[in-house]
């Protein structure tokens, strides 16, 4: 996931930002000083830009003054302008002198302008014209925003009232889809069948026979006690209006499309570098996902590596258990064996959320700094799981009143295993995604657009990396568990494998699933869901994997440095008390921290 906006940026991950009011000045003297004071105040212009220009973005970090704005991010003109917005900020940026600045701050300078340096690396590739897919667009996403369980608030009725503006804009934005996507028929810049052909169900579940059974209802299921009659009677006819003459028709529509016009022209290759330019865009994803420099190859082979590796281990375990029988076999016993199966989608969530006391008791030992806000644990929606990952987190609001969530995937209840449990929580939860995600949000003294931003390659580094964490948390007693510590590192392994072989190599789909098969213990639901995940958003799942190996090659080289005084409370915090970074600045920020400890 690109987490510059964090759970949104799944949804909107070609989305810029726009300005509505007014570019940003270009500066009257070139190369300005810049002290700390007039960058502060420069970052926290940027930010405000920002979120008036993406007023999703500010509902998701709990600023509410744009809650009822939503604007078309598809059109040419919003593109446009904010592009001339961005490069107005990079102008901006590199008329200031920053060599005063203290490393803190000179840090936020470099790390804002390589942003936006590398967002417009990529307006040489047409993202626009494909706005639609199964795993990630808004089409998806609003029902979620619309529940009344996200970050979208339904409390008050100026809440109420606010859903309504911003969801009355919903048909003029599916138009501006398809219109991008008949350009890119044109373009030759389209979708694989293979994907359109999850969209079609997904499109279809949400148009409901009446208001009171749509996905867009449950806030006036939920209304608030204590508003008024009148205002009750107004809000339910008004969202019975929205759902039957604008959300549905929208849906329906957009599905008609899709299923009559845009399916027949999708291609049936699945490579981002089958497009025009692809192998450029995809060289181009690699980059931006991995914050490093590593070639499609060297990836591929780093990938080959850590298969290799993780299945000595794994036939170690099959040593320890008294398995009989090859690697292959031991998948086939570890997918297929009822034992490792839940009974119910509640004995599987009750498990996980039993688990979080568990992990709690190894937190003190490992960990110095921890987050104030807390996490609920849910299970990813019905009309979305079939096409959705494993596990997924969203972040709290920036005041901590909405928690964090961890979705968990219950979809094909058997192919969910009971030895996923831990490593997949460690991952997304405690100490992964929520640890550093709702950290990094709690760190003030950061600009806001460090605190909800950030890059893929450490965040999901960071995720991959909590899960080894686990014997030193005191979980994993269990083999199994363990396997599935392993099962979920050589799933990251297969992927720098897979993606690489999609995208650059001309693996095919079918290539894809089977080297899964043949090389982990997983099922075909979770092969095929995966495997078209990689299709879908080409370069994301490298970032875990080269994240992950960078955190560790920095954890080793501490540990060497410092012998007896390694203390692996402020080794992580050293890595997590400055946000989300990219990997170079990372490891050169590592190194000045051991260059202090040696003085």
């Not at 909107?12 to 960058?39: F, G, R």
């Not at 694989?192 to 579940?205: C, D, G, S, T």
């Not at 399916?263 to 981002?272: E, F, G, K």
């Not at 290539?511 to 879908?536: C, F, H, L, P």
Request: glycine share 6%.
């Amino acid at each position: 996931m690109k987490l510059r906006a964090l759970a949104l940026a799944i949804c909107l991950a070609t989305t810029p930002l726009l300005p509505i009011t007014a570019l940003a000045e270009t500066p009257k003297a070139a190369h300005a000083q810049l002290d700390k004071q007039s960058a502060t105040v420069l970052f926290a212009e940027y930010w405000e830009q920002a979120l008036e220009q993406n007023p999703i973005q500010a509902t998701f970090v709990g600023d509410p003054r744009y809650n009822d704005l939503l604007p078309n991010f598809f059109e040419a003109d919003y593109r446009n302008k904010a592009r001339t917005w961005r490069d107005g900020w990079i102008a901006r940026l590199k008329a200031q002198d920053p060599s005063a600045l203290d490393t803190q701050t000179r840090l936020s300078y470099d790390l804002l302008l390589a942003e936006l340096e590398q967002d417009r690396a990529g307006d040489a590739f047409p993202d626009w014209m494909l706005p639609l897919s199964q795993f990630q667009s808004i089409p998806s996403f609003l029902p979620i925003l619309g529940s009344g369980r996200s970050a979208q608030p339904f409390v008050t009725v100026k809440d109420y009232d606010n859903w309504l503006a911003r969801a009355g804009k919903v048909p003029d934005l599916y138009d501006t889809m398809i219109d991008n996507m008949r350009q890119g028929m044109k373009a030759g810049v389209v979708q694989p069948k293979v994907l359109m052909e999850k969209v079609l169900p997904q499109l279809a579940a949400v148009p409901s026979e009446s208001a009171e059974k749509s996905m867009f209802w449950q806030p006036i299921a939920n209304l608030p006690k204590d508003f008024s009659e009148r205002d009750r009677k107004r809000l339910e006819k008004s969202f019975r209006k929205l759902i039957d003459k604008k959300l549905n028709p929208a849906y329906k529509e957009l599905e008609a499309f899709v299923r009559d016009e845009y399916l027949p022209a999708c291609r049936d290759t699945v490579a981002l570098s089958a497009l025009p330019n692809g192998q450029d865009w995809y060289a181009y994803r690699v980059k931006v996902m991995t914050t490093t420099a590593k070639s499609p190859s060297e990836i591929h082979q780093i990938g080959l590596d850590e298969v290799a590796r993780i299945h000595g281990e794994m036939r170690s375990l099959m040593t320890q258990v008294k398995f009989e029988g090859d690697l292959q076999a031991f998948f086939a016993h570890m997918t297929a064996d009822g034992n490792f199966e839940f009974a119910t989608e509640q004995a599987l969530l009750d498990d996980y959320n039993a688990f979080l006391a568990e992990v709690n008791k190894g937190v003190p030992e490992l960990f110095s700094l921890v987050p104030k806000a807390g996490f609920e644990i849910r299970p990813v929606e019905a009309f979305r799981a079939a096409s959705s990952s494993g596990g997924s987190y969203q972040g709290p609001s920036q005041d901590g009143q909405r928690p964090g969530v961890f979705y968990v995937n219950t979809y094909d209840l058997k192919t969910r295993k009971t030895w996923d449990k831990e490593s997949l929580f460690l991952h997304e939860a405690i100490p992964g995604h929520h640890f550093q995600i709702a950290l990094q949000q709690e760190l003030t003294d950061l600009p806001m657009f460090r605190r909800f931003g950030g890059e893929t390659a450490f965040a999901e580094g960071w995720g991959l990396y909590a899960e080894s964490l686990g014997k030193e948390l005191g979980v994993y007693k269990d083999p199994y568990q363990y396997f599935g510590r392993l099962q979920a590192e050589l799933w990251r392994a297969i992927r720098l494998v897979v993606d690489t072989g999609l995208h650059a190599k001309g693996w095919t789909r079918e290539q894809v699933i089977q080297y899964m098969k043949d090389n982990s213990a997983t099922s075909d639901t979770e092969a095929v869901s995966e495997a078209e995940r990689y299709i879908a958003i080409a370069g994301q799942a490298l970032a875990y994997k080269i994240g992950e190996l960078k955190i560790l090659e920095l954890r080793a080289r501490a540990e060497q440095q410092l012998g007896d005084k390694f203390d692996p409370r402020e080794f992580h915090a050293e890595v997590l008390r400055d946000g989300s970074v990219r990997l170079d600045v990372l490891e050169a920020k590592i190194d000045r921290w051991l260059a202090s400890k040696k003085s």
